[in-house]
């Protein structure tokens, strides 16, 4: 089945403590994103990778880190989180042709920050 | 720079009642815009995209260029349409090369009452 997952799906942590949330997908997909959602404030890019090795900052990176060495994979690392960065967060995958086409998107991981 | 609006954040109507939720974009050149839905614990999924013109769920968008829009809308609405829909415009054309940062709309939360 075609999807894109992320783990953990919940989680809660520290001021501090570094993590990293996976994301994967199985579509063979070159581009690759991470959004946050906010109440209010809807869905906003943090950062986007169009191929391996090639990501670039969305409209909010501050605080968030990612990488791209292997195609299906675009891991989102929080080095220190903060409480601010507490939210529901999202990666989607889509073709070649990037935003022009529809993305897919996983099942969100919900963290907290205390 | 490129923008979508979505001026409502929260919009109710009876089911039954015609539904039209706005989006309004500020890009020159041919937009490619796409609407997403979110129902209540679930990924974001596409919902339809004006290049295909077509009709998902009962619900279809217009690109006016004129009036720079692309509102959805559904001529009777159902509970079941209760749910967050996003609206999603193209790449930024102010990204530089092959780089596509994709900026969603602030969403509208629509409540479809009994």
């Known amino acids: 089945e075609a999807q894109v997952t992320q783990n953990p799906r919940y989680l809660i942590t520290v001021t501090g403590k570094k993590l990293t949330v996976t994301c994967s997908q199985n579509m063979n997909h070159e581009y690759m994103s991470w959004y946050r959602q906010d109440p209010g404030l809807g869905l906003r890019q943090i950062y986007y990778?169009?191929?391996?090795?090639?990501?670039d900052k969305g409209d909010v990176p501050e605080g968030y880190k990612v990488s791209r060495k292997e195609k299906r994979n675009f891991p989102l690392i929080l080095e220190s989180p903060s409480p601010n960065q507490t939210s529901l967060y999202f990666c989607a995958s889509s073709r070649p042709a990037g935003a022009r086409d529809t993305q897919y998107f996983g099942p969100g991981t919900r963290l907290t920050v205390l | 720079a490129q923008r979508v609006t979505q001026p409502e954040k929260l919009l109710s109507v009876f089911k039954g009642a015609p539904v039209e939720l706005k989006c309004n974009y500020s890009y020159s050149g041919s937009p490619e815009l796409f609407w997403y839905v979110q129902y209540s614990r679930q990924r974001l999924q596409l919902l339809l995209r004006?290049?295909s013109r077509e009709s998902i769920k009962g619900f279809t968008a217009d690109l006016n260029k004129g009036e720079t829009s692309f509102h959805l809308k559904k001529p009777f609405a159902q509970e079941e349409d209760s749910a967050m829909y996003y609206c999603a415009p193209p790449e930024n054309p102010i990204s530089s090369g092959s780089a596509r940062q994709l900026t969603f709309g602030s969403g509208t939360q629509l409540t479809v009452l009994p």
């Open positions: 004006h290049i």
């Open positions: 990778s169009m191929n391996v090795e090639v990501t």
